[in-house]
């Protein structure tokens, strides 16, 4: 199983990226697919997840309003659209695969988690 994250860079405050996220190796519509974020010196956090068919998204107040999770399973893919980023939104990117009924929210509860991109956001 591979996940390969893409998309991270330098910006502005305020700025858009798009995150995108392909998958290989693992039957991708029976996975639930979550994005988690490790700033520097801190704990790895829950960013956004999607369910099976896309139908559910489960974003982290925090990136609510702001990031949109989203996923195209004929492409194996997922995506985060994030606009009007904040210096603190600054951190490592990683996308994640799950299967079950477990909490999305979890990092424990992923089975599958890709290298990640930095996402940098100079204020």
């Known amino acids: 199983v591979q996940l390969q994250a893409s998309g991270g860079g330098l910006v502005q405050a305020g700025a858009s990226l798009r995150l995108s996220c392909a998958a290989s190796?693992?039957?991708?519509?029976?996975?639930?697919m979550g994005w988690f974020r490790r700033a520097p010196g801190k704990e790895r956090e829950f960013v956004a997840a999607?369910?099976?068919?896309?139908?559910?998204?489960y974003h982290a107040d925090s990136v609510k309003g702001r990031f949109t999770i989203s996923r195209d399973n004929a492409k194996n893919t997922i995506r985060l659209q994030m606009n009007s980023l904040k210096p603190e939104d600054t951190a490592v990117y990683y996308c994640?695969?799950?299967?079950?009924?477990?909490?999305?929210?979890?990092?424990?509860?992923?089975?599958?988690w890709g290298r990640g991109t930095l996402v940098t956001v100079s204020s």
């Open positions: 190796g693992l039957t991708f519509s029976a996975y639930a």
């Open positions: 999607i369910n099976r068919s896309g139908d559910s998204t």
């Open positions: 994640a695969a799950k299967i079950g009924y477990a909490d999305y929210n979890e990092g424990k509860n992923y089975n599958y």
